[in-house]
């Protein structure tokens, strides 16, 4: 009688599905937008504490490599809300057959980054 073994399994030689790869990312999304929560809320309190730290904080803004990093919390926040709704919907029965999902799963892509870019053109 053969044993069933555990299989190795190489992740970076695995073909994930448009599902499972925006799945990752929205959980990336989610640990980025945790781990900056500190750094967001303390210039949210500079921005608010006087007319002084709202023009400080504009100053900040103002290099190109604070506007994509920006744009990029901006990115990380639309796709974990776009992939929450869409994990909503999932919860509801929603789109659960296979082309359902990988629509969903595009349409979230699609939303999120387009959104971003829209938001980004207005920054920039």
């Given at each position: 009688m053969a044993t069933r073994r555990p299989v190795y399994l190489n992740l970076l030689k695995i073909r994930l599905p448009l599902?499972?790869?925006?799945?990752?990312?929205?959980?990336?999304?989610?640990?980025?937008l945790f781990l900056l929560l500190p750094l967001l809320l303390y210039v949210l309190q500079q921005s608010l504490s006087s007319a002084q730290g709202f023009a400080e904080v504009q100053s900040w803004f103002q290099s190109p490599l604070a506007k994509l990093a920006l744009i990029i919390v901006i990115w990380a926040y639309l796709?974990?809300?776009?992939?929450?709704?869409?994990?909503?919907?999932?919860?509801?029965d929603i789109g659960v057959k296979l082309p359902q999902a990988r629509f969903s799963a595009k349409l979230v892509l699609v939303v999120s980054i387009a959104l971003t870019l829209l938001i980004g053109v207005k920054i920039w």
């Open positions: 599902p499972g790869i925006v799945s990752i990312m929205h959980r990336a999304s989610g640990a980025l796709h974990h809300f776009c992939m929450g709704l869409r994990y909503l919907a999932l919860d509801l």
